[in-house]
C-alpha cells in the first residue's frame, strides 16, 4: 500500500508539473522569479516546507509546563527509634525533565526580576512630588480604603493618562485609563473600574499633605526594596543545624564562594543597608558580605562570619539572624568524580518557622562547577528563573547572576504565601484606620472635598494655587528623603550593567505612511497590511507595493504559508465576504505591479460566507486547515480539503482556488459573537470557544452542544452606564499537553481548564484594559493603546513595561510586529516643540498623517534562543559602542572594590570620559524615581543604544526634575 500511494504522488506530481509547464508557455508571464536559499555546503533548498525551526517553535509558543518549577513531595525524617515522620510538603527544583522534551540551559532560561519594583511602586514613581488627589472612604463591609488619583505623562511620551492605586486591607490594587480633557474622570467612575461600587461613606479628599508620608508607609508593606540572605556552611553527613552552625573553618571554596557572593566590608562604622547587623560594636562580628543587585542592596548573614561560642552548641547568635531570613543558601564541597552526587539535605535539618526557601549549592572540586537544588515550601507561589537542565554552571559570573535573581524572587514570591500575607493584611488594616481616623474627623471639614467633584479642575483660586505648592514641596522634600536613605524603589537605568532583554523591538519599516487596520506576516521578511488606502505587501528593506486598491476594504487578514493561501474579509455594511487568493498570486515580476480592484476579487471570494463579520482559523501547525465564519448567530465551519503533507508535496497542482474549502456544517450561538477560537481537539474531538456579551461558551464541532464555560459578573455601575464588558482574547495554550484556554476581558486574565471545572487559583489583572493579548512561553504579552505590558504565564508577575504612543499590535503568528507613532527621529517632546511655531495651515490643504514605524519582536528571542550577536537589522551596533539607555555606573552590581561582572548577555557600561558617572549605590535614582539629580555635562552625550535607535532619541535638553 505504501508503494503504491508514493508511486500514485509521484505521477500525480509528474502530471502536474507537466500542465504548470503547458500554462507556463501559454501565459503573457514568461517565468516567475523563485527565491531559494543556500546552506553552508552551497546546496539549494525551498523557502516553504512542511516543517522548520521557525514553524516548530511558532507552534510550541502556547505550550509550556510546570514541571520546570519542580514538584510538591512530602519529605520524612527518621527519628532516633527508627520511625519516619513527615517533615512537611516542599515543591524541590532539581531541574530534573525526565518524560519532557523542553530541555532548557543556563543561557536559555529567562533571568529576570519579577515585579520589579520601578515598575509597581506606582505611589513613589508616579504620584509623590507630582499634584495628585488623595480620597478615604468607607465601603459596604466598613472597611476604609485610600484610592490616589494622577493625570501623568511620565515615562509615557507625552500622552496623560490616569493612574489610580486603590489601597484596602488585602493590598494594592492599580489600574491605568486613558485621559480625556473633553471628559474628565470622576472619582465615582474611577472606583467603578476597581468593582466597587458601594460606599458606607463616600470619599473625600484629603487636603492635608502630610497624608502622603502616610500613603508612602502603606507601599511600603508590599515588601522590603533591599534584602538579607543566610548563607550556612555545611560539612558532608551533618544532618543538623547545630552541626552546620558550629563549622568555624571555612575551606577556600567556601571563600570562594562568599566572595562571588559580594564584596567583604567592615561592619563598624557601615553606612549603607545593614541588614539587622550591628554596626556599632561589632556585636555580631566584625565583617560581612555585600553587594548591590540592579538597585537592590543585599546582606549575606554569613555563618562563618558571625560570633562562634565555643560553650553554646546551638549557636544561637548564628541562629538569631539566620533562622529569620526568609531565604537561605546552604554551601556544600563534593570531590566526587560522579556529575549525578548531591548531598542529602532536607529543610527540616534546619529549625526554623520562618525560613521558607533553601537555596542548597554544592561545589565540585573536580571541574570547578557549581550545582544547585532549591527547596521552597508549598505554600510558597511559583517563581522563576526555573533551574536549567542539568542545573550546573562552570561560569561562576553566570551562576552568580542566576543565584542571585532566584533569591530575591524566591523572597517576593514567598511574602506572599497565607502566615506572611495574614500579617501584612493585619499591619495594612491597622495603618489604613489610623490614615482614616486622622484625616476624616468632623473637625477637619475644610481638608474635604465633595465626592461628585472631578479629579482635574478648571479654574482655581489663589489659595488653592498656593496649597498645590505647598503639597508639591512636601512630597518631593519626601522622596529626596527616601532616595537618600537607600529605600527608593530603584531604577535600572542608574545600576551599571544592563541586560540586552529578550522583548527588545528591532526597526523593520520606519516609514509607512498608512494607518494600518490589520495585517500578517509572510514568511521571515514580509508583511501583507490593509489599510483605508488599499491593502500593501512590506518587505524589509524595499519599498511597500500595492496589491489591493481601497476599493477592497479589507478588515481581517491571515496568511497560511503551509498551504500557500492568503485569506481575507471585506467588510462594507452587511456585504462583509471572504476571499481566497494564491501566495503564488503575488509573487513574480509582473505580479509585483498589479493592483486589484473589487472587481477583479469576484472568481476568489466564497459566496457562501456573504454577511459574515468575523472568521477564525485553526492553530498554526495542525495537520487541516478549519475556518469558522461568523454571520451573525450563524457559526459555518468549512475545512481545507487538502492536508498540510498533500500541500507540501503538490503545490503546483491546479484547481480552482474557492472550490479548495469544503463547507462541513451550520452551527448555532447564542448571540453574535465578538471573538472565536478554534481548539484542536483528541481524535477530531475539535472545540469552538466563543465569546458575546459577558460570557465565554464552547461549542462542539461534531454536534453543535454548547457550554457555558465562564460569565463575567459586570459590577451594576457598568451595567447602570451601559458599558458592555470588553472581551479582549481567548487563547488556547497547553499546559503539559493539556489544553486549557486564557479568558481575557476588561483588565483580568482568567486560566480556564476545558476537562475540569475548576482553573488554576490565580488570576492575574493588567495595569491597562489591553487591545491584544499575546502568548509567547515564557511571556504573555498585553497590548495596550500607548503602552506593552510583559509578565509571565505561569505566575503572572510583572517583568517589564514599556511605553509606546500610537500602539497598535499587527501580528504575532510568527515573530511579533507592531506599529507605533514613536520613531527614530526625536522625541516627542521636540516635535511638539516645532509645531509650536508652524503657521496655521490653510482650511484646504489636507491634514498629514504621521508615519507609521514598524517593529518587530523575534519569537527565537522571547523563547531564550537569543544571542548576543543579534542585532537589529536596520540599526547593527559598532562593536565600540556600549548598549546603555543612559550614562551609568561602571560598578552598580557590585561594591566599589570590584568589577566582576556576568558574561550573561551583558554589556559594559564606559562613560565617554573613561571615569565614573554615578555613585555605586542607588541613592541617585533616575528619571524612573521621579528625580533628576544625574545629568551629562555640556560636552558629554549619553552611549547609543540599539534600543535607543529603533524606539526614540533620549533628550536631554528637556530632562524634567521635581526638585523646585
Request: proline share 4%; aromatic share 10%; glycine share 4%.
Given at each position: 500500500m505504501p508503494c503504491a500511494m508514493e508511486d500514485f504522488l509521484f505521477r500525480f506530481r509528474?502530471?502536474?508539473?507537466?500542465?504548470?509547464?503547458?500554462?507556463?508557455?501559454?501565459?503573457?508571464?514568461?517565468?516567475?522569479?523563485?527565491?531559494?536559499?543556500?546552506?553552508?555546503?552551497?546546496?539549494?533548498?525551498?523557502?516553504?516546507?512542511?516543517?522548520?525551526?521557525?514553524?516548530?517553535?511558532?507552534?510550541?509558543?502556547?505550550?509550556?509546563?510546570?514541571?520546570?518549577?519542580?514538584?510538591?513531595?512530602?519529605?520524612?525524617?527518621m527519628d532516633d527509634d527508627c520511625k519516619s515522620h513527615s517533615a512537611g510538603r516542599f515543591r524541590i527544583e532539581s531541574g530534573d525533565l525526565e518524560g519532557s522534551d523542553e530541555v532548557s540551559s543556563p543561557v536559555a532560561s529567562p533571568v529576570h526580576l519579577e515585579n520589579p519594583e520601578f515598575q509597581t511602586r506606582w505611589y513613589f514613581k508616579y504620584f509623590l512630588g507630582k499634584l495628585h488627589q488623595n480620597y478615604v472612604g468607607i465601603d459596604t463591609e466598613k472597611d476604609p480604603f485610600i484610592l490616589s488619583v494622577v493625570v501623568t505623562d511620565a515615562n509615557n511620551h507625552n500622552v496623560p493618562q490616569y493612574r489610580a492605586v486603590l489601597w484596602r486591607k488585602n493590598g494594592a490594587k492599580r489600574v491605568c485609563l486613558p485621559y480625556n480633557p473633553q471628559k474628565?474622570?470622576?472619582?465615582?467612575?474611577?472606583?467603578?473600574?476597581?468593582?466597587?461600587?458601594?460606599?458606607?461613606?463616600?470619599?473625600?479628599?484629603?487636603?492635608?499633605?502630610?497624608?502622603?508620608?502616610?500613603?508612602?508607609?502603606?507601599?511600603?508593606?508590599?515588601?522590603?526594596?533591599?534584602?538579607?540572605?543566610?548563607?550556612?556552611?555545611?560539612?558532608?553527613?551533618?544532618?543538623?543545624?547545630?552541626?552546620f552552625y558550629s563549622?568555624?573553618?571555612?575551606?577556600?571554596?567556601?571563600?570562594?564562594?562568599?566572595?562571588?557572593?559580594?564584596?567583604?566590608?567592615?561592619?563598624?562604622?557601615?553606612?549603607?543597608?545593614?541588614?539587622?547587623?550591628?554596626?556599632?560594636?561589632?556585636?555580631?562580628?566584625?565583617?560581612?558580605?555585600?553587594?548591590?543587585?540592579?538597585?537592590?542592596?543585599?546582606?549575606?548573614?554569613?555563618?562563618?562570619?558571625?560570633?562562634?561560642?565555643?560553650?553554646?552548641?546551638?549557636?544561637?547568635?548564628?541562629?538569631?539572624?539566620?533562622?529569620?531570613?526568609?531565604?537561605?543558601?546552604l554551601f556544600y564541597e563534593s570531590s566526587s568524580p560522579d556529575p549525578q552526587a548531591f548531598p542529602q539535605?532536607?529543610?527540616?535539618?534546619?529549625?526554623?518557622?520562618?525560613?521558607?526557601?533553601?537555596?542548597?549549592?554544592?561545589?565540585?572540586?573536580?571541574?570547578?562547577?557549581?550545582?544547585?537544588?532549591?527547596?521552597?515550601?508549598?505554600?510558597?507561589?511559583?517563581?522563576?528563573?526555573?533551574?536549567?537542565?542539568?542545573?550546573?554552571?562552570?561560569?561562576?559570573?553566570?551562576?552568580?547572576?542566576?543565584?542571585?535573581?532566584?533569591?530575591?524572587?524566591?523572597?517576593?514570591?514567598?511574602?506572599?504565601?497565607?502566615?506572611?500575607?495574614?500579617?501584612?493584611?493585619?499591619?495594612?488594616?491597622?495603618?489604613?484606620?489610623?490614615?482614616?481616623q486622622g484625616y476624616m474627623m468632623e473637625t477637619n471639614k475644610l481638608y474635604r472635598r465633595a465626592f461628585s467633584d472631578v479629579i482635574q479642575d478648571a479654574h482655581i483660586s489663589r489659595k488653592e494655587e498656593a496649597r498645590r505648592s505647598e503639597y508639591l514641596r512636601v512630597g518631593q522634600t519626601l522622596k529626596v528623603k527616601t532616595i537618600l536613605k537607600g529605600d527608593a524603589p530603584t531604577s535600572l537605568v542608574t545600576t551599571g550593567l544592563l541586560k540586552r532583554e529578550p522583548w527588545e523591538p528591532q526597526s523593520f519599516c520606519m516609514d509607512f505612511p498608512h494607518p494600518i487596520i490589520c495585517g500578517d506576516s509572510w514568511g521571515d521578511n514580509k508583511l501583507i497590511l490593509s489599510t483605508e488606502n488599499g491593502t500593501f505587501i512590506v518587505e524589509e528593506g524595499l519599498n511597500h507595493r500595492s496589491i489591493f486598491d481601497k476599493s477592497v476594504p479589507v478588515?481581517?487578514?491571515?496568511?497560511?504559508?503551509?498551504?500557500?493561501?492568503?485569506?481575507?474579509?471585506?467588510?462594507?455594511?452587511k456585504e462583509g465576504k471572504i476571499y481566497v487568493y494564491r501566495l503564488n498570486d503575488f509573487e513574480g515580476e509582473v505580479l509585483d505591479k498589479v493592483t486589484r480592484g473589487k472587481a477583479e476579487c469576484r472568481e476568489n471570494r466564497i459566496e457562501k460566507t456573504k454577511g459574515c463579520h468575523l472568521y477564525a482559523l485553526s492553530r498554526q501547525g495542525a495537520s487541516h486547515l478549519r475556518m469558522v465564519v461568523a454571520i451573525q448567530k450563524r457559526l459555518l465551519l468549512f475545512t481545507w480539503k487538502h492536508s498540510v503533507a498533500w500541500s507540501t508535496w503538490c503545490p503546483t497542482v491546479d484547481f480552482e482556488i474557492v472550490?479548495?474549502?469544503?463547507?462541513?456544517?451550520?452551527?448555532?450561538?447564542?448571540?453574535?459573537?465578538?471573538?472565536?477560537?478554534?481548539?484542536?481537539?483528541?481524535?477530531?474531538?475539535?472545540?469552538?470557544?466563543?465569546?458575546?456579551?459577558?460570557?465565554?461558551?464552547?461549542?462542539?464541532?461534531?454536534?453543535?452542544?454548547?457550554?457555558?464555560?465562564?460569565?463575567?459578573?459586570?459590577?451594576?455601575?457598568?451595567?447602570?452606564?451601559?458599558?458592555?464588558?470588553?472581551?479582549?482574547?481567548?487563547?488556547?495554550?497547553?499546559?503539559?499537553?493539556?489544553?486549557?484556554?486564557?479568558?481575557?476581558?476588561?483588565?483580568?486574565?482568567?486560566?480556564?481548564?476545558?476537562?475540569?471545572?475548576?482553573?488554576?487559583?490565580?488570576?492575574?489583572?493588567w495595569n491597562s484594559e489591553p487591545s491584544d493579548i499575546v502568548c509567547a512561553f515564557p511571556y504573555v504579552m498585553a497590548f495596550t493603546a500607548d503602552s506593552i505590558e510583559i509578565r509571565l504565564i505561569i505566575n503572572g508577575n510583572l517583568v517589564h513595561a514599556m511605553s509606546q504612543p500610537g500602539l497598535s499590535l499587527i501580528t504575532s503568528k510568527c515573530d511579533i510586529y507592531f506599529c507605533t507613532l514613536a520613531g527614530p527621529g526625536g522625541s516627542p517632546k521636540e516635535k511638539s516643540t516645532e509645531q509650536r511655531y508652524t503657521p496655521p495651515s490653510s482650511p484646504s490643504a489636507k491634514t498629514l498623517r504621521p508615519p507609521q514605524y514598524i517593529y518587530k519582536i523575534p519569537l527565537s528571542c522571547l523563547a531564550g534562543q537569543m544571542t548576543t550577536t543579534d542585532k537589529s537589522p536596520m540599526n547593527p551596533t559598532p562593536p565600540h559602542q556600549s548598549t546603555l539607555l543612559a550614562p551609568v555606573a561602571q560598578n552598580g552590581d557590585r561594591s566599589p572594590s570590584n568589577k566582576r561582572r556576568s558574561p550573561l548577555l551583558r554589556t559594559k557600561c564606559i562613560h565617554p570620559s573613561g571615569e565614573k558617572t554615578a555613585s555605586d549605590r542607588h541613592d541617585s535614582s533616575g528619571s524612573d524615581s521621579g528625580i533628576s539629580i544625574l545629568r551629562p555635562g555640556n560636552n558629554s552625550s549619553p552611549p547609543d543604544s540599539p534600543y535607543q535607535q529603533t524606539i526614540c532619541t533620549l533628550d536631554f535638553s528637556h530632562q524634567e526634575t521635581d526638585l523646585v
Open positions: 509528474s502530471k502536474s508539473v507537466s500542465t504548470q509547464k503547458k500554462r507556463c508557455s501559454q501565459s503573457p508571464i514568461k517565468e516567475q522569479k523563485r527565491v531559494t536559499w543556500k546552506d553552508g555546503s552551497g546546496n539549494q533548498f525551498r523557502p516553504r516546507c512542511s516543517s522548520t525551526p521557525t514553524t516548530d517553535l511558532t507552534v510550541r509558543r502556547d505550550a509550556f509546563s510546570r514541571r520546570q518549577y519542580g514538584s510538591v513531595e512530602t519529605l520524612t525524617l474628565p474622570q470622576t472619582v465615582k467612575g474611577i472606583l467603578s473600574h476597581f468593582e466597587l461600587e458601594k460606599f458606607e461613606k463616600g470619599p473625600k479628599e484629603i487636603f492635608d499633605p502630610d497624608i502622603q508620608k502616610d500613603i508612602l508607609v502603606l507601599e511600603e508593606q508590599e515588601g522590603s526594596i533591599n534584602f538579607k540572605f543566610g548563607v550556612v556552611y555545611a560539612k558532608e553527613n551533618q544532618v543538623s543545624d547545630e552541626e563549622n568555624d573553618d571555612p575551606s577556600q571554596s567556601f571563600n570562594s564562594f562568599s566572595d562571588l557572593l559580594g564584596d567583604r566590608i567592615k561592619l563598624k562604622g557601615w553606612e549603607k543597608f545593614k541588614g539587622g547587623l550591628d554596626v556599632k560594636s561589632n556585636a555580631t562580628g566584625t565583617e560581612s558580605i555585600y553587594t548591590v543587585y540592579e538597585g537592590h542592596e543585599i546582606m549575606f548573614h554569613v555563618s562563618t562570619l558571625l560570633p562562634h561560642s565555643l560553650e553554646n552548641k546551638q549557636q544561637v547568635e548564628r541562629k538569631r539572624h539566620i533562622g529569620n531570613d526568609i531565604v537561605n543558601i539535605f532536607k529543610p527540616c535539618m534546619m529549625r526554623s518557622r520562618f525560613t521558607h526557601i533553601f537555596a542548597v549549592v554544592c561545589y565540585n572540586t573536580c571541574d570547578r562547577s557549581y550545582k544547585l537544588n532549591v527547596f521552597s515550601e508549598e505554600s510558597v507561589p511559583l517563581f522563576g528563573p526555573p533551574l536549567p537542565s542539568p542545573p550546573v554552571f562552570h561560569d561562576a559570573d553566570e551562576f552568580r547572576e542566576f543565584l542571585l535573581v532566584k533569591l530575591i524572587n524566591g523572597e517576593k514570591a514567598a511574602v506572599n504565601n497565607p502566615l506572611f500575607a495574614q500579617k501584612r493584611e493585619r499591619t495594612l488594616e491597622m495603618l489604613i484606620k489610623n490614615i482614616h478588515k481581517q487578514l491571515d496568511v497560511v504559508e503551509a498551504h500557500n493561501l492568503l485569506i481575507f474579509r471585506c467588510d462594507k455594511g472550490d479548495g474549502f469544503n463547507f462541513v456544517r451550520e452551527l448555532q450561538a447564542f448571540d453574535s459573537p465578538q471573538l472565536i477560537t478554534l481548539i484542536d481537539g483528541v481524535r477530531d474531538d475539535n472545540q469552538i470557544c466563543v465569546g458575546y456579551k459577558n460570557q465565554f461558551d464552547l461549542i462542539n464541532e461534531k454536534n453543535g452542544d454548547t457550554l457555558q464555560l465562564y460569565q463575567v459578573e459586570a459590577n451594576k455601575i457598568l451595567r447602570k452606564r451601559k458599558i458592555e464588558v470588553n472581551l479582549v482574547a481567548a487563547l488556547d495554550i497547553y499546559e503539559d499537553e493539556e489544553s486549557e484556554l486564557l479568558l481575557c476581558y476588561n483588565h483580568v486574565s482568567h486560566f480556564q481548564k476545558l476537562s475540569e471545572e475548576t482553573s488554576h487559583d490565580f488570576d492575574f489583572n
